[in-house]
C-alpha cells in the first residue's frame, strides 16, 4: 500500500512488494493471483463475515434488518482499519480504471452473497435480492461519507444514518 | 448481434462485423471505439432519456419516485427492442467477464446520473445517492426478471411491482 502511494499502482512491480515485504516473488503468488489482489484481499474476508452475520441476525428480523446487522458486522472490521487506511486504498482505486471495476464487481458480489443468506433465511424472491441491493446502497453511500468527510468519524453511526435516510427516501 | 450469437463475441472481430453490416472498418471506428461498444451504444440513449425524465417528473414528487418517472422512460426503449432481443444480449455479456464488467460499470453510470439529477432538483445528499441507487436495484431486479420470466412480459409492470416490494423492504 506504501509502495502504491510512492509509486503510484501503476509503477509499483510484484518484485517491489515482494521485496518491501522480505517475501519472495514465488511466495508472493503463493498468497495473491496479481498485484490488484494485494488491494482486495481483506475483501472476502469482509464478505465471510457480513453473510455469517445475516444468517446470525434474529429469525423475526425484517430482510433489510437482517442486512443492517450484516453490515454492522462490516463495519466493526472496517473500524479496525480506520478511515486514514480506507482512505488511502481509496486514492489508489480512484487513480485507476481497472481498479475501480475490480471495486464495482466486489460489491456487486456482496450484493448477490447478501441475497442468496436471505433466501436461506426463507426470504423470496424478489423481496431477497431488493433488500439486499438496499443495503449495498445504504454501504456505499455510508463508506463514501466515511472516506470523504472528517477524520475519525464512526462507520457505525453512518451506516445507521444512511438506512434511517433510505427507509424515508422509500417510505 | 447475430454474428455473437454465431461464433461467439471472442471469435467475431471488428472486420466480420463491418462485413455484415456493410461497412468498411473505418467506418465502424467512427462509430464504436471497440467490438464491445456494439453491445453498449444503447446505453448512452438509454441514460439520456432516463436523466431527462428524471428532470421532468412533477416538482411535488419524491426523490424516489422522480427515479420512478426516469425508469418509466427507460422501460419504453427497454419494450421497444423487446424481450428476446434483451435476452440474446445478455446471453452474450453473461459469457464474457469483460462485458460483465463493462455492464457493472454501465449500471454505475445509471446511478451516478440519476443522482446529479436529483441534486439538480434540489434533493441534498445523501438522499439524492440513496434515491438513485435504490432506483437502479429497482430497474436490475426488474430486468433480470423480464429476461429470465416468460416471453412478452411488460418491463413497466415488473418496474411497478419491483418499486412497490422495495418500498414494503424498506418500510
Known amino acids: ?6 509509486r503510484g499502482f501503476e509503477g509499483t512491480t510484484v518484485a517491489d512488494i515482494a521485496e518491501r515485504a522480505g517475501l519472495t516473488k514465488r511466495t508472493f503468488f503463493r498468497y495473491f493471483g496479481d498485484k490488484r489482489e494485494v488491494l482486495f484481499s481483506g475483501t472476502e474476508l469482509l464478505e465471510a463475515g457480513f453473510v455469517e452475520a445475516i444468517a446470525a441476525a434474529p429469525a423475526d428480523a425484517s430482510p433489510l434488518d437482517a442486512v443492517a446487522a450484516g453490515l454492522d ?3 466493526d472490521r472496517l473500524q479496525d482499519v480506520g478511515d486514514a487506511g480506507a482512505r488511502k486504498r481509496q486514492a489508489i482505486i480512484a487513480a485507476n480504471p481497472d481498479l475501480q471495476e475490480r471495486e464495482l464487481i466486489k460489491m456487486n458480489g456482496f450484493a448477490t452473497a447478501a441475497a442468496a443468506a436471505l433466501r436461506d433465511r426463507g426470504v423470496t424472491e424478489p423481496a431477497a435480492s431488493l433488500a439486499a441491493e438496499a443495503g449495498i446502497a445504504v454501504l456505499r453511500i455510508a463508506f463514501a461519507r466515511w472516506i470523504e468527510g472528517p477524520p475519525g468519524q464512526d ?17
Open 1 to 6: 500500500m506504501e509502495l502504491f502511494e510512492e
Open 73 to 75: 458486522a462490516m463495519a
Open 155 to 171: 462507520i457505525h453511526e453512518l451506516l445507521h444514518e444512511s438506512l434511517v435516510e433510505l427507509k424515508a427516501v422509500a417510505a
